[in-house]
T-cell receptor, first 111, second 110 residues
Framework: QQPVQSPQAVILREGEDAVINCSSS?????VHWYRQKHGEAPVFLMI?????EQKGHEKISASFNEKKQQSSLYLTASQLSYSGTYFC????????????FGKGTHLIIQP | SQTIHQWPATLVQPVGSPLSLECTVE??????LYWYRQAAGRGLQLLFY??????ISSEVPQNLSASRPQDRQFILSSKKLLLSDSGFYLC?????????FGDGTRLSIL
């Protein structure tokens, strides 16, 4: 079943912070986060594995609460380059059987 | 380092024509390979995945098929394209779970 992302869209000024949420109705083994710019392929940001792990990537970090089957992506002091659509992809089995993606969150950063 | 290549980048095909999209991975052995499709303005839908040569798992029944003739090669095919096959086709690879996507093929059906 497809994870639910919220919000669907958000508009920020450069330097503001954003939080994107990903929620699943199934128990999760991992959550993957990607950013896609218009007309391009998704770019891998990070993977979070079962265990409540939190990861960071420059000013972008994420958390994973396996009990709540939720993950959140945190964008701090947003830059213009952060604009795009963010997708979470989830896996319940931890095997090689692919990810189920949410519908995406459109992020627009204005100067 | 590992790289993934997809071609062609864009393709315009008439309804009923065949299709062959190719994906190759360099710099790794025995990767898990995946085909996803993204309809305009939508999320990504898993079509096929493969854990080894000749091993294909299908996620969505449709008129598409996939093959893996070599360790690092993954091919998406169709004998007769439908209008609904239009979209952005993405190949992905991972040593465990999928992580990295190729640049994609934008397929338009006329």
């Amino acid at each position: 079943q497809q994870p639910v992302q919220s919000p669907q869209a958000v508009i920020l000024r450069e330097g503001e912070d954003a939080v994107i949420n990903c929620s699943s109705s199934k128990a999760l083994y991992s959550v993957h986060w990607y950013r896609q710019k218009h007309g391009e392929a998704p770019v891998f940001l990070m993977i979070l594995l079962k265990g409540g792990e939190q990861k960071g990537h420059e000013k972008i970090s994420a958390s994973f609460n396996e009990k709540k089957q939720q993950s959140s992506l945190y964008l701090t002091a947003s830059q213009l380059s952060y604009s795009g659509t963010y997708f979470c992809g989830t896996s319940s089995g931890g095997g090689a059987d692919g990810l189920t993606f949410g519908k995406g969150t459109h992020l627009i950063i204005q100067p | 380092s590992q790289t993934i290549h997809q071609w062609p980048a864009t393709l315009v095909q008439p309804v009923g024509s065949p299709l062959s999209l190719e994906c190759t991975v360099e710099g790794t052995s025995n990767p898990n390979l995946y085909w996803y499709r993204q309809a305009a303005g939508r999320g990504l839908q898993l079509l096929f995945y493969s854990v080894g040569i000749g091993q294909i798992s299908s996620e969505v029944p449709q008129n598409l098929s996939a093959s893996r003739p070599q360790d690092r090669q993954f091919i998406l095919s169709s004998k007769k394209l439908l209008l609904s096959d239009s979209g952005f086709y993405l190949c992905a690879w991972g040593t465990g779970q999928p992580q990295h996507f190729g640049d994609g093929t934008r397929l338009s059906i006329l």
